[in-house]
């Protein structure tokens, strides 16, 4: 898809890879529009990017997500592209998680994108186009100590990706699914659960870690592409990228 000129709703868009993707992506000349809790922080983005669009949105609140899709909808009259970006972690033994925690870390991680999509996926239809790009985890692919809720939560996402592909692909709607690696952002400091670990894991990864910019790249290529899945994951990880 040609990302000029697109409208591109991008959640969690206060800071880290959301933020840096909508300014990658209006630079590219999309019309983007910023959907987080930190009405603030994302109305200033919005200054900072020709033609944006801010609207505060608890992704986990079906009614926010009903009325951001509206006013999307009644400002520009079309939505190209979804940008599933908003989440959260989580860092406990198995025997440590609250089912309280892992119920609402499955509603930001899992039922949001969902919800999400379910509310672009009627536009979308009706144009004949779409591409919605839902951010997973690297962590996916392999098992780490204490990852249990949050890598559950990723891999069911990219199941729920892969499927979505399938059934909606005859209507032009291209789902993809990716995977950065460990990215420099605010994620490491507001996990759910387990601060002290995340916060070593930061420390321990400050020389092979990315930038967000580096993942906003690869989601626009994302976008242009089509493509099911692409990550940012090492190959001696798992994945593809060789730097």
Known sequence: MEIKNAVVVITGASSGIGEATARAAAQAG??????ARRTARIEALAAECAGALAVACDVTREEEVKRAIDHTLATFGRIDVLVNNAGQGLYAAIDEITATDFKALL???LVAPLMMMQAVIPV???Q???SIINISSG????AWPGSAAYTSSKAALNMLSDVARLELADAGIAVSTLLPFMTRSEFYHAVKTGQGQASAQEAQSASF???PEQV???ILALIKSGAARGDLVPVEYGGSYRG
């Open 107 to 109: 509603d930001l991680n």
């Open 139 to 142: 962590a996916t692919l392999a």
């Open 30 to 35: 999309a019309r983007v529009v910023l959907l």
């Open 209 to 211: 870690i990315h930038a």
């Open 124 to 126: 979308m239809r009706q």
């Open 216 to 218: 906003a790249h690869e």
């Open 128 to 130: 004949g186009a779409g």
